[in-house]
């Protein structure tokens, strides 16, 4: 924005999407693949009100299978954009984006836990090995059938573009959105391989909402001095106010206890996965609250001399 005139101060608002468009269009999309892959996806465009308002629609659904066992991601996702031409200096855009996402994320590389071993003569124990490749490589997947990790996300864009005359404009750009993660599993153990045994899970829940609200101003003139100079005033005022929490619960340690051995201590090779209800997970073991609040305020002068060999500029 110092530099090359009305642009987003710190990446604050760098929103691109697909505009709507003045002719209607329709199209429809399928793919299918390996892996239980689907891909559908339809995009609508077009006048609603002629010469005056535009829309654009597109939504899509994705499934796909992984090679790890119960891995899988779905995905919906909806985006619509209004486009309201009030006046030729004047137009107003809309933006709305939905995502749900909902995966068995499965689990990294199998890690071995070495009971003991022997170093030098000297007995080492409880010390992290090397992964376990037999079951690495079969996708062997520690967590079950039963792991869920959800992302909901949504986002809220306005903008009003007005050209005061021919040599002022100003801008301004709002935006606000809230997104979700939540993640409900059992906690990734080690595995032993003496016991050949994943020992000591226990079920885990964390949930992290997050929203942001978020805008920009900005007023560009440009003006000539004469026929040798062209100057440009830049004033541009953004804000950012964000907001983080975070929750992570286990099981209370009287009904942990209660779970069956072969459910704690899993066995690769006849795995009793196991069922817990979430009303269970009654026990807080880590809560964090995030605020971030910015605000800037830029003015820049830009002359461009010699027909914009030579440009000038400060900005503060």
């Given at each position: 924005s110092a530099m090359f005139g009305q642009a987003n101060p710190g990446g604050l608002i760098n929103y691109v999407t697909r505009r709507a468009k003045s002719k209607s269009s329709y199209r429809l999309v399928g793919i299918l693949g390996s892996n239980a892959y689907q891909r559908y996806e339809g995009h609508f465009t077009g006048p609603l009100i002629k010469h005056k308002l535009f829309y654009r629609l597109d939504g899509s659904y994705n499934y796909l299978e992984g090679v790890q066992d119960f891995w899988f991601n779905e995905t919906h996702a909806l985006s619509a954009n209004l486009v309201y031409k009030h006046s030729p200096k004047t137009t107003f855009y809309y933006d709305i984006e939905t995502m749900d996402r909902y995966m068995n994320v499965g689990a990294g590389a199998v890690l071995n836990r070495y009971n003991s071993y022997d170093v030098g003569g000297q007995t080492v124990n409880n010390v992290i090995g090397g992964i376990n490749e037999e079951l690495t490589r079969a996708g062997f997947n520690q967590h079950g059938p039963h792991a869920r990790t959800d992302r909901e996300i949504q986002t809220h864009d306005f903008r009003l573009e007005h050209s005061l005359n021919s040599n002022h404009s100003l801008r301004m750009n709002l935006q606000y959105w809230e997104r979700t993660y939540e993640t409900i599993r059992?906690?990734?153990?080690?595995?032993?391989?003496?016991?050949?045994?994943?020992?000591?899970?226990?079920?885990?829940?964390?949930?992290?909402?997050?929203?942001?609200?978020?805008?920009?101003?900005?007023?560009?003139?440009?003006?000539?001095?004469?026929?040798?100079?062209?100057?440009?005033?830049?004033?541009?005022?953004?804000?950012?106010?964000?907001?983080?929490?975070?929750?992570?619960?286990?099981?209370?340690?009287?009904?942990?206890?209660?779970?069956?051995?072969?459910?704690?201590?899993?066995?690769?090779?006849?795995?009793?996965?196991?069922?817990?209800?979430?009303?269970?997970?009654?026990?807080?073991?880590?809560?964090?609250?995030?605020?971030?609040?910015?605000?800037?305020?830029?003015?820049?002068?830009?002359?461009?001399?010699?027909?914009?060999?030579?440009?000038?500029?400060?900005?503060?």
């Amino acid at each position: 924005s110092a530099m090359f005139g009305q642009a987003n101060p710190g990446g604050l608002i760098n929103y691109v999407t697909r505009r709507a468009k003045s002719k209607s269009s329709y199209r429809l999309v399928g793919i299918l693949g390996s892996n239980a892959y689907q891909r559908y996806e339809g995009h609508f465009t077009g006048p609603l009100i002629k010469h005056k308002l535009f829309y654009r629609l597109d939504g899509s659904y994705n499934y796909l299978e992984g090679v790890q066992d119960f891995w899988f991601n779905e995905t919906h996702a909806l985006s619509a954009n209004l486009v309201y031409k009030h006046s030729p200096k004047t137009t107003f855009y809309y933006d709305i984006e939905t995502m749900d996402r909902y995966m068995n994320v499965g689990a990294g590389a199998v890690l071995n836990r070495y009971n003991s071993y022997d170093v030098g003569g000297q007995t080492v124990n409880n010390v992290i090995g090397g992964i376990n490749e037999e079951l690495t490589r079969a996708g062997f997947n520690q967590h079950g059938p039963h792991a869920r990790t959800d992302r909901e996300i949504q986002t809220h864009d306005f903008r009003l573009e007005h050209s005061l005359n021919s040599n002022h404009s100003l801008r301004m750009n709002l935006q606000y959105w809230e997104r979700t993660y939540e993640t409900i599993r059992w906690t990734t153990p080690q595995y032993y391989v003496e016991d050949r045994l994943f020992k000591l899970r226990e079920p885990f829940r964390q949930k992290i909402p997050e929203d942001s609200f978020s805008g920009q101003i900005d007023f560009l003139s440009k003006f000539w001095f004469g026929n040798w100079a062209q100057n440009e005033l830049l004033l541009t005022f953004d804000f950012s106010m964000q907001g983080y929490e975070r929750e992570d619960w286990r099981m209370n340690l009287t009904e942990r206890n209660k779970l069956p051995n072969d459910v704690r201590n899993l066995n690769p090779t006849n795995p009793n996965y196991g069922t817990f209800k979430l009303s269970s997970l009654d026990r807080l073991t880590q809560s964090e609250i995030r605020e971030a609040n910015l605000f800037g305020l830029m003015a820049r002068e830009r002359f461009a001399l010699l027909d914009g060999d030579l440009i000038l500029f400060a900005s503060g």
